[in-house]
C-alpha cells in the first residue's frame, strides 16, 4: 500500500489534503528526528545543504534548473507573490478561463487587471494589444481539465506577453519537463497525489 490511509474510508480528497505516499512518510521522519537530535546543527549548519538537495532533487523530477526554483508554502502563495509584484496600469488585460482557481483570480483582480475570459481551447486567439498576462491552470481545480499550456505559452511568448502557470495539480499527476514547457512563471505543489481518470485533456 503506497499511504497510511484508513482503509475504512475512501479517501477523495487528494486536491486539498493530499496524504504523503509512505517513503516521503518514512523520510519526514527521519528529518523530524534528526532535527530534534540537535537542532542546531540541523538548523544552523545543515539547513542550507539539505534544502540544496531537495532543490536539486525536485529540479530533476520536473525538469528544471535547481537555481530556478524557490520553495513557498504553496502554488498559490507563491502565484500571489508575483501577481502582486507585476506593474499594471489600468486597462491592461490578463487572459484566462472560468476553470480557475478563485483565490488567483481574485488576486489579479485586487492588482488591478482586467480580466478577459476565454475558452480553454481559444486562447491562444483571444490574445490581444492589452495582454499583459496568460494566466491558466495545467489542471484546473474546480473541473480537472488538463489544458494544453506548451501551446498557450508558445503563443503568448511570440507576442511577449508574459505566460503564468498555475501547476498546483500537476506534479506528480503529469510528466513535467518546466524547461520544455516554456511558462515564465510556473508555480506547483507536490502534495496534491490523485488518479488521473478524474481529469479531462483539452487539445489545442
Known amino acids: 500500500m503506497d499511504f497510511l490511509l484508513d482503509p475504512d474510508v475512501v479517501f477523495l480528497n487528494h486536491g486539498s489534503y493530499g496524504a504523503c505516499p509512505v517513503p516521503v512518510f518514512e523520510r519526514y521522519q527521519e528529518l523530524q528526528l534528526e532535527l530534534e537530535r540537535n537542532p542546531v546543527e540541523f538548523l544552523a549548519r545543515r539547513f542550507d545543504e539539505l534544502t540544496a538537495e531537495a532543490r536539486a532533487a525536485l529540479a530533476a523530477f520536473v525538469g528544471a534548473r535547481a537555481d530556478d526554483l524557490v520553495f513557498v508554502p504553496n502554488a498559490t502563495a507563491g502565484l500571489n507573490a508575483v501577481i502582486r509584484s507585476l506593474r499594471l496600469a489600468p486597462g491592461d488585460e490578463v487572459l484566462t478561463t472560468r476553470h ?73 499527476q503529469l510528466p513535467l519537463d518546466l524547461a520544455r514547457l516554456g511558462a515564465d512563471i510556473y508555480a506547483g505543489n507536490c502534495h496534491k497525489w490523485r488518479g488521473r481518470e478524474g481529469q479531462i485533456t483539452i487539445a489545442a
Open 100 to 172: 480557475e482557481y478563485g483565490a488567483v483570480t481574485r488576486t489579479w483582480e485586487f492588482a488591478g487587471a482586467t480580466l478577459v475570459y476565454a475558452e480553454p481551447d481559444e486562447l491562444a486567439a483571444a490574445l490581444g494589444p492589452r495582454t499583459k498576462a496568460v494566466s491558466v491552470s495545467h489542471i484546473t481545480s474546480p473541473t480537472a481539465l488538463v489544458l494544453p499550456v506548451g501551446e498557450i505559452c508558445a503563443a503568448a511568448r511570440e507576442v511577449g506577453v508574459l505566460s503564468v502557470v498555475d501547476g498546483a495539480h500537476a506534479p506528480g
